[in-house]
């Protein structure tokens, strides 16, 4: 799909079909996420696969709400980052995420980003925190989001170049 197609036609979505996704298309959206630009080539980034529909219960109570269609979605992709390897692993990390997405979208496949870093669960535990604990990663990592990925069940208008906020494109000053 030509890439301006492509980008119009992204939306995120939240409600999918009850389809595997296939390990061809799972290794294409690894590639994608590996294949990312990240700050000094420093490649702070890690990514755990999640298909287990328990894992996936669990992820979807990592908020409460924003989370909640991963209880339902067939395939998840946990974005980290070894943050001693960045200084700005949010960037390197959210460019990963958006490649995944980017990917999955060529691939005809439906994405959400949930977001994990910087959120809470309840009054007493980070998103993060127990996303850490639910998947066992080291503490050393940081968990930026969960993509959320499966075919779709729900229609959405693409964007709509006529209605952009083009106010927010200056030129040569502000
Ligand atoms: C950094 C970031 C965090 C987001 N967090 C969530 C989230 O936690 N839950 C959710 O349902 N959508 C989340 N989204 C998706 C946005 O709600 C969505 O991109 C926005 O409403 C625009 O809609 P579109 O993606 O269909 O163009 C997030 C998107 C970004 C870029």
């Not at 980008?7 to 990312?36: G, V």
């Not at 287990?52 to 989370?67: A, F, I, M, P």
């Not at 503490?139 to 906020?165: D, F, Q, T, W």
Request: net charge negative; charged share 30%; glycine share 2%.
């Amino acid at each position: 799909m030509p890439f301006y197609e492509l980008i119009k036609n992204r939306r995120s979505i939240r409600q999918y079909i009850d389809r595997k996704i296939e390990e061809e298309k799972i290794n294409r959206l690894t590639a994608a996420a590996l294949m990312s630009p990240s700050s000094k080539n420093s490649k702070p980034w890690e990514f755990i696969i999640v298909e287990n529909r328990d894992t996936l219960v669990k992820l979807s109570e990592s908020r409460n709400q924003g989370s909640q269609m991963l209880a339902r979605a067939p395939l998840a992709i946990v974005v980290l980052a070894d943050t001693a390897k960045s200084d700005v692993w949010p960037e390197d990390a959210s460019i990963a995420a958006l490649m995944i997405q980017l990917q999955a979208q060529d691939l005809g496949l439906g994405s959400c980003w949930v977001q994990i870093y910087q959120r809470w669960k309840d009054e007493t535990q980070s998103s993060e925190d127990f996303i850490r604990k639910v998947l066992e990663i080291p503490e050393k990592y940081a968990v930026l989001c969960v993509i959320s990925i499966g075919y779709s069940n729900e229609e959405r208008l693409p964007h709509e170049p006529e209605k952009l906020a083009n106010d927010k494109i200056h030129r040569e000053i502000f």
